[in-house]
C-alpha cells in the first residue's frame, strides 16, 4: 500500500513538472515571439505570455497529471488564482532581495527571483493545484451532478 502510495505521487510529482515544463516553454517562446518580431511591448507581451502558459498547465494537469477528473471553467480559475499566487511570490523573493536587501545586481536578481523565488513558488502552485484545484470530490460531491455546482 506505501509503495503504491509513493509510486502515485511520484507519477503525480512527474506529470505536474513536465506540464510546467511544457507550459514554461510556451511562455518564453511566445514571450520573445511577441517582444521580438511583432514588437508588443514587454508588459503586454508577458500578460499574453503568462495567460497562454496558464492553459498549457491547466490542460496538461488537467488532461495528464489528473487525468481521472473534468476539465471545468471553475477549476481554470482557481488554477489561474494560485498561479497569479506564484508569480506574486516570485516577485515577491524579488522585491525583498532588490528593495529589502540591497542586493541589486543582475546575478542576485536571478538567485532571488528565478532560483529562490520559482522553488517556493513552485511548491505553492504544487499544494494548490493539487488540494485546490484537482482534489478529490467527497462522496457526497460525487453524487451531486455537475450542473448542480
Given amino acids: 500500500m506505501r509503495r503504491a502510495l509513493a509510486h502515485g505521487a511520484g507519477r503525480e510529482v512527474l506529470g505536474f513538472a513536465g506540464a510546467g515544463l511544457v507550459a514554461y516553454a510556451t511562455d518564453l517562446a511566445l514571450f520573445l515571439w511577441l517582444r521580438g518580431p511583432l514588437g508588443v511591448d514587454p508588459i503586454t507581451a508577458k500578460t499574453l505570455s503568462f495567460l497562454a502558459g496558464c492553459t498549457v498547465a491547466y490542460l496538461g494537469n488537467a488532461l495528464g497529471t489528473y487525468h481521472r477528473r473534468a476539465v471545468?471553467?471553475?477549476?481554470?480559475?482557481?488554477?489561474?488564482?494560485?498561479?497569479?499566487?506564484?508569480?506574486?511570490?516570485?516577485?515577491?523573493?524579488?522585491a525583498v532581495s532588490h528593495h529589502g536587501l540591497g542586493l541589486t545586481s543582475a546575478r542576485a536578481d536571478t538567485v532571488s527571483g528565478l532560483g529562490?523565488?520559482?522553488?517556493?513558488?513552485?511548491?505553492?502552485?504544487?499544494?494548490?493545484t493539487r488540494t485546490l484545484v484537482f482534489r478529490t470530490p467527497s462522496p457526497e460531491e460525487e453524487a451531486r451532478p455537475p450542473w448542480t455546482g
Fill in 116 to 128: 529562490v523565488g520559482m522553488a517556493l513558488a513552485t511548491f505553492l502552485r504544487f499544494w494548490g
Fill in 72 to 94: 471545468a471553467l471553475r477549476e481554470y480559475a482557481v488554477f489561474f488564482a494560485v498561479n497569479v499566487a506564484g508569480a506574486a511570490v516570485q516577485l515577491l523573493c524579488l
